[in-house]
């Protein structure tokens, strides 16, 4: 496989008496498609910057294939960017954008025409080579900016919220071309974004940020289901969060005492002291709501609460309720819609529901903090 | 049939224009039109003109003397621009990436709230044989006899160079300010070294402000004559000065005229060739219509697996 891999050592950086990375590793491995994932002023933009060469840290290293990079400007680092704004040079052609890497070095004409053709081609762009950047749309000078980015077969292709101008439907379908262009070219990407379903849907794995920290590293589905700290448990998706106690323990099964709702169970294969504090999240849409009282059978690893809706959603392809269960407690509940379910009718603004799950469906989030 | 009525908003774009254009009329086409008129006349002796059709005034030109001027003109104008542009661009560029930009913008300007005839005068204080530079050097034993710093050519370019680069400094940093520096950091990222990026693609981008600032220096340069006449010689003396000399010394207005009317045809030479090459470059740009914006959502490509993979 192409592509480097990256080495980030203990980097920190501060703006002024803004600390905006703090003492960040990370290995990012060849051929990776690698998310930098977190809310606006995380540090994850700090981070590209630093490996692009645009900023010096205070501390630490970048390694691009095991060479410290840091002393070298940028236009001798094997990284490449795509930039939010696209940054396409107005004055030059479609064509001449792409070709600008490739004249900085002399290349022989033929050279430069037949390569330019390829990569416009790579994008989908092969019709609008003699075009001025200013006559594109937002989606084509996206294209545009990543070919010209790819010219150079860089070993690494840093992406900085290169979708984020784009509008929805549109941003769906490039991040799905810039999968289909990674798994075809296979260099290593890191892909700068503040979208949690971007990240999620393109990912080999993520690095989950905020104020400077790298909070978690994991793959899509681990960061999803396990999340390390209570923020990326509320920040990766939508969920429940509730602070309790453990009571008891029974294997892996865990009994807890959740504040202000009571007993529930949970499965977790790590070890709790009795009397510890803990956090427990569950998603919504592991929620299943009912009018009527489930069917346990007997089984002591479900949990059961009684609500009223407070504000059912409708949104197409699922309904969204707010469950109140105690005048402190809410539940956010998902619903897929299908003609296959158990209920009579549907479920009604004020209603008295059951909301349940199996205990394998919570989670205990470990790391007690943020 | 009967057309059904459109609201249609005025242009009254004419109206607005009136004013100006009648400002114009009556003080710049008319005084253009007398000088090219009288430039074709015959020289009063005390002044003035006489009613009679003559190429004298242009003939007057046809001398050695006169093509020397006209060198000497040419060649001072055309290496203070350049000196004024280089200096220029470099101080521009460092005020629009400045965060302090309205601070160093007065600094620019407020040599402007003295006279101009003043300021030259300083700078002779500066220049002369026992003025500021020369007292320096010979206070500190760096050299023994003063520099000859005044009435030469050095001495004209470094004040011209003074005097108009606020003039090439204004326009330059209006359009850099308006600059996208990302587009330096991309070069930079896809190759380019600090002065690649800048050669590039910074220069082509404020194309607007170089021309710009080229005409405000170099036009009015052509027909300078106060610097010369204050520091310089006889020997380096510009069309400005033989305007001058014969107008209020040798009573010659249509030699004058003459001399204005090449000066002016002289700078249209090049703002027409700027003008055409602009020109140009927007009917390619038009040529190259847009013929799909909309690049909304195809379907995917095979490549592309969306279930699959991960």
New interface residues.
Partial sequence: MKGATIGILGISKAFGSFAALNDVSLDIRKGEFFSLLGPSGCGKTTLLRII???EQPDEGSVTIDGINVLPL???RRHA??V?Q?Y?????L?VFENVA??L???NTKNSIVTAKVNDYLHLVELG?HA???PS???G??KQRVAIA??LI?EPSVLLLDEPLSALDA??R??ML??L??IH??IGITFIYVTHDQSEAL????RIAVMYQGDVLQVGT?HDIYESPATNFVAQFIGETNMFEGTVRASMGQMYVLDVDELGRVVVTDDRIYEVGERVSLTVRPEKLRISPDEPRVNGRSDINVFEGTVDEPIYSGFQSKYYVRLSPTVVFRVFKQHSDYTDEEHDILWKERVHVSWSAKDGYIVEGHRN | MKKPRLHRERNYGTIYALPIALWFTVFFLVPLLVIIVFSFLKADVDGGVMPLVSLDAYRNLLRPRIFRIFFNTIWVSVVSTLITILMALPCAYFMAKSKAKTFLLILVIIPFWTNFIIRVFAWKTILESNGVINSLLIGFGAIANPLPLEHNWIAVIIINVYTYLTYAILPLFSTIEKF?F??L?????????KI?SIV??LL??V?AGIVTAIFFTFIPLLGSFVVQQLIGTKDMYMLGNEINDNIYKYFDWPTAYAIAVVLMLLANVGLLFVMKNDRKQAKA?SA????D??????A??Q??S?AG??
């Fill in positions: 692009a060469g645009f400007p940028p236009n490449n960017t930039f704004n940054a396409l040079f107005p004055h052609s600008f890497p004249r900085l070095k019709d003699a075009k001025m006559m594109l749309s989606g084509q010209r980015a150079n439907k549109l769906h379908h799905m071309e999968d289909a798994d075809k849907s393109v990912s080999d899509p | 996208d990302t587009l950091e991309a070069a930079r990222d896809l190759g380019a070294s690649q590039r693609v082509p981008n194309k740009a190259r219509r847009v013929d914006v909309d690049d909304g959502p195809r995917p490509r490549a592309i969306v993979g991960r």
